[in-house]
Each structure stands twice: as structure tokens, then as C-alpha cells.
């Protein structure tokens, strides 16, 4: 085989894995929405009020928000008057490229802010049980495949759980773990670990933090000490701030974001267990109101069950197998 159909086939394979990632992941959203919009489409045989009624119950059931659904509804009214169109089924396709442009429309990307001279902080910040021990130990993975070298700093000392479960990742991925005893000053934490981070000379610092939201004052009190202790030893950190959000809570995950995203300088969000729900929409409509990008996404529970977001993927994958299951009119 040639190089070149080597390379190729290797980077069709690559994709291929990607999306399929995002197919397995998104299987639960797309057979609830799928099988809806399929039904939709298939069963209404023209394009009226009772259709749009119809379409506006489906996206809203799969959170994608109700100022959301208001839009693109209007949207898609507009641009069946102006293209004319009367089959249902040559609506999917616009369906499809306006949720990408909701996706997608502030143009911001999901690549993450590396220094590019010296080490990376990267601070995880959300509530409880949504998935940032997690994302750290499939993050580090991540970034060791790049060849990247990677300290984990336990900064969750709440509970010992925490400190525990993030040395099991750090066992798992093959990183150092920089902690201290249960109930200790994170912010001592955080310093013991960029200086353990600057004498290693690693590349990248992952911070996870505690969650306790029945303390909201005292969380964002303890966040922005985190923040000055990151800041005074690297005065360009903490580099991304990212926000886990939890996708299976739906609309909560959207109050969460409100809630944090205008006090502790977050920069980008991640949005966790899209492969437990049927509700992906929400993706869209967290998207839609807040101007924060998602960089990646949480697609189960192991190492490798994270994606970087791509808006073009998540829909291709959320609407995989539409066109297959749309019937021909042929008798099987
Ligand atoms: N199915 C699924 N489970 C996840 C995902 N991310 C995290 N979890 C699970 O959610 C639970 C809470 O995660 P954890 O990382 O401890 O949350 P934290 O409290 O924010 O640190 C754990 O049981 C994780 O295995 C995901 O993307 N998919
Ligand atoms: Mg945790």
C-alpha cells in the first residue's frame, strides 16, 4: 500500500472513531429524539401549524430550552417561505445545518488555551458528583498520549474520598498526584503543587476543586483564594477555568452555569454524561445562553470517553441513522 493511501486511510479511520465516539455516546439522546423527529417527518405529509406545534414539543422535550426552540422555530418558518418548501423531509437537512449554527455561531474553538511557554494550569470548578475528578483522570490520559507530562493536584480535601479517587486515576493514567491530608487548606495544595509542577518542570497542572454548594459564599471565597495562589506563582494562570456541568440534570446544569460562570472567571465548560441522557439538547441550549464554549464532552465513565466538542460532529452523530430510518415507500 502507498504512503499516501496509508496516511489517508488513517485519517478516515481516525475520524470514523471520533464520530463514532460521539454516536455511542449520543445514542440515548438520538434514539428518543431520532425516533421522534423521524416519526415527524415521515408521518406528516405537509408543512403546517400542527408540524411546527409538533417539531416545538420534540426539541423542547430534548432540553434544547425554550427561547431556543422559539428561535429556530421562527428560523425554520422563515426559510420554508422563503425556499418554497412543502415536503417535511427537505426540512431535515436545514434542521440540521441551523442547529450546527447554534452550536457554533460565536465562533469561539473548543482547543484549549495552552502556554505556550511554561506550564499549563488548567482549574476544574462545579458542584458535587458532576463528573471533574473524572474529567481530570480522562483529561491527563489524554495529554500523556500527546506526550505531554502531567501533575494531578488534589484539591478537593473536603472529604478523603476525593483525595483517594484522584490518586486512583493518577494510578490508572500513569500520573503523580501532589495532595495532603483530608480537611487542609486547598489553597495550600495548590501552592505545594505548582512547585512541585515547576521543579518537575511538567507541562501541565490539573487542579480539581471540592463542589459544596449547599455553601455557595464559602465555595466562591475558597475558589478565588485558589485562584491568587495559582496567580501569584504563574502570573498567566490559571490558563482555562473550566466549568463541569453535569448534562443529564438538564435545565439545572444551565442554573449552574449562570451561577458560576459570572463569578469565578471561567473560561470554557465541560459538559459531563451525555451518554446517560436522552436530553443532549441541552448542550444546544447552554450554548445558546452563555457565552462560554464547551470544550469537551463526557461520553461514559473510562479513560477514554472524552471529546473534544465539535459542533458538526454532535449533530452529524445525533442524526445518524435519520436518513436510513426514514422509510422509501418500497414495500420490504
Ligand atoms: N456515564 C458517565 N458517568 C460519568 C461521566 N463523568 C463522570 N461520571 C460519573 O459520575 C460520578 C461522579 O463523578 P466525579 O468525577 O466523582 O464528580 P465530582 O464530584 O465532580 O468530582 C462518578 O461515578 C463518575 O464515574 C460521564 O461522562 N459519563
Ligand atoms: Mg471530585
Known amino acids: 500500500m502507498s504512503f499516501f493511501k496509508r496516511l489517508k486511510e488513517s485519517i478516515a479511520s481516525k475520524t470514523e472513531a471520533v464520530t463514532n465516539k460521539f454516536k455511542d455516546g449520543l445514542a440515548k439522546t438520538r434514539d428518543a429524539f431520532v425516533g421522534q423527529v423521524t416519526d415527524l417527518f415521515t408521518r406528516r405529509k405537509k408543512i403546517d401549524e400542527a408540524f411546527f406545534e409538533e417539531l416545538e414539543e420534540i426539541l423542547i422535550g ?14 425554520l418558518r422563515d426559510e420554508v417561505k422563503k425556499r418554497r418548501i412543502e415536503q417535511p423531509s427537505e426540512l431535515q437537512p436545514i434542521l440540521s445545518e441551523k442547529l450546527v449554527g447554534l452550536l457554533t455561531d460565536s465562533g469561539e474553538s473548543a482547543q484549549l488555551k495552552m502556554n505556550p511557554n511554561g506550564i499549563t494550569v488548567i482549574l476544574f470548578v462545579g458542584v458535587n458528583g458532576v463528573g471533574k475528578t473524572t474529567t481530570i483522570g480522562k483529561l491527563a490520559h489524554r495529554f500523556k498520549q500527546e506526550g505531554k507530562t502531567v501533575l494531578l493536584a488534589a484539591g478537593d480535601t473536603f472529604r478523603a474520598g476525593a ?7 493518577g494510578e490508572r493514567v ?8 483530608a480537611g487542609s487548606d486547598p489553597a495550600a495544595v495548590m501552592y505545594d503543587a505548582v512547585q512541585a509542577a515547576k521543579q518537575r518542570g511538567v507541562d501541565v497542572l490539573l487542579c480539581d476543586t471540592a463542589g459544596r454548594l449547599q455553601n455557595k459564599a464559602n465555595l466562591m471565597e475558597e475558589l478565588s483564594k485558589i485562584y491568587r495562589v495559582i496567580q501569584r506563582e504563574i502570573p498567566s494562570a490559571p490558563h482555562e477555568t473550566l466549568l ?3 448534562a443529564a440534570t438538564g435545565q439545572n446544569a444551565l442554573q449552574q452555569a449562570k451561577l458560576f460562570g459570572e463569578k469565578s472567571g471561567v473560561s470554557g465548560l465541560v459538559l459531563t454524561k451525555l451518554d446517560g441522557t436522552a436530553k443532549g439538547g441541552i448542550v444546544i441550549a447552554i450554548r445558546r445562553e452563555m457565552s462560554l464554549p464547551v470544550k469537551f464532552v463526557g461520553l461514559g465513565e473510562k479513560m477514554d470517553d472524552l471529546q473534544q466538542f465539535d ?7 445525533l442524526f445518524a441513522g435519520l436518513a436510513e430510518e426514514q422509510p422509501t415507500g418500497e414495500e420490504q
Not at 432540553?63 to 428560523?75: R, Y
Not at 500513569?174 to 491530608?181: A, D, K, L, R, T
Open 62 to 75: 430534548a432540553d434544547v430550552g425554550v427561547n431556543t426552540v422559539m428561535e429556530l422555530i421562527e428560523d
Open 163 to 169: 483525595i483517594e479517587q484522584l490518586q486512583v486515576w
Open 174 to 181: 500513569g500520573v503523580e498526584v501532589i495532595s495532603q491530608q
Open 244 to 246: 463541569v456541568l453535569d
Open 311 to 317: 459542533a458538526e460532529q454532535f449533530v452529524h452523530a
